[in-house]
């Protein structure tokens, strides 16, 4: 595939339910089977109530592609807490991403656990993965229009999105940074509005074609209740 095709294949990670001002595209990602991804994910929540600023929470977060058909890729994800007890267990999910990048849908599994220091950990260690998820929802990436390539091209798009079993109405404005035979970097900056769940988001993302995820990025999600920054990867 050329460089100039991959240029298109800038994609949502949300379930896209509406129109945007990209143009459509057959183009897809191309993670095969048995491809891996790890990362250090840095949370950080930052509550009004809140008197001096939380520590960020620290997660190695590693995902496997397991299964592709029917034009979707499933993905096991582990995370586990870098700055916590050492017999607290990983938190484990699965996730499956569309060929155009639109991250379909996610499910955890948290084991029961009775010792109160440990089920703190996965309470943190859920908190986290669960705010990488739902700001790759909230991006909900639309494809460049045919033909734009070079760096500094602007698009928009428009859609719904489910983030946490609710519908989000969303608007976000793309900047292409840079492009390559290996990914790409894109600038983010857009608006949104739900039940109980409005505000905005700023961030810049990499992505590498042969992985189901943003290989690298930093989100900053401002909400009434709460600020999230996320950041991950070599940018």
Same mark, same amino acid.
């Given at each position: 595939?050329? +460089?100039?095709?991959?240029?298109?294949?800038?994609?949502?990670?949300? =379930?896209?339910?509406?129109?945007?001002?990209?143009?459509?595209?057959?183009?897809?990602?191309?993670?095969?089977?048995?491809?891996?991804?790890?990362?250090?994910?840095?949370?950080?929540?930052?509550?009004? =109530?809140?008197?001096?600023?939380?520590?960020?929470?620290?997660?190695?977060?590693?995902?496997?592609?397991?299964?592709?058909?029917?034009?979707?890729?499933?993905?096991?994800?582990?995370?586990?807490? =870098?700055?916590?007890?050492?017999?607290? &267990?990983?938190?484990?999910?699965?996730?499956?991403?569309?060929?155009?990048?639109?991250?379909?849908?996610?499910?955890?599994?948290? &084991?029961?656990?009775?010792?109160?220091?440990?089920?703190?950990?996965?309470?943190?260690?859920?908190?986290?993965?669960?705010?990488?998820?739902?700001?790759?929802?909230?991006?909900?990436?639309?494809?460049?229009?045919?033909?734009?390539?070079?760096?500094?091209?602007?698009?928009?798009?428009?859609? +719904?999105?489910?983030?946490?079993? +609710?519908?989000?109405?969303?608007?976000?404005?793309?900047?292409?940074?840079?492009?390559?035979?290996?990914?790409?970097?894109?600038?983010?900056?857009?608006?949104?509005?739900?039940?109980?769940?409005?505000?905005?988001?700023?961030?810049?993302?990499?992505?590498?074609?042969? =992985?189901?995820? &943003?290989?690298?990025? +930093?989100?900053?999600?401002?909400?009434?209740?709460?600020?999230?920054?996320?950041?991950?990867?070599?940018?």
């Amino acid at each position: 595939m050329s +460089t100039s095709h991959r240029a298109a294949a800038l994609f949502a990670f949300a =379930q896209l339910t509406g129109c945007a001002t990209a143009a459509e595209s057959t183009l897809h990602l191309e993670p095969k089977v048995g491809a891996s991804q790890s990362l250090i994910l840095s949370a950080a929540i930052k509550e009004p =109530q809140d008197g001096a600023p939380r520590p960020p929470l620290t997660l190695e977060v590693h995902a496997g592609v397991v299964e592709s058909r029917d034009g979707e890729v499933h993905v096991d994800l582990d995370a586990s807490p =870098q700055q916590t007890l050492a017999c607290a &267990p990983s938190i484990r999910a699965q996730a499956a991403v569309a060929r155009d990048g639109s991250l379909l849908r996610s499910a955890f599994s948290v &084991p029961d656990e009775d010792d109160p220091r440990i089920a703190r950990s996965n309470d943190e260690t859920v908190t986290a993965i669960t705010a990488f998820v739902d700001g790759l929802s909230l991006v909900g990436m639309s494809l460049a229009p045919e033909g734009v390539i070079a760096p500094g091209a602007r698009w928009s798009g428009s859609a +719904t999105v489910r983030v946490g079993g +609710t519908m989000i109405a969303r608007k976000i404005a793309y900047q292409l940074v840079d492009i390559d035979a290996v990914g790409a970097r894109v600038r983010i900056r857009g608006m949104f509005d739900g039940p109980a769940l409005d505000g905005r988001l700023v961030g810049l993302l990499r992505w590498a074609w042969a =992985q189901p995820f &943003p290989v690298a990025g +930093t989100l900053t999600i401002v909400l009434r209740s709460r600020t999230v920054e996320l950041s991950w990867g070599d940018l």
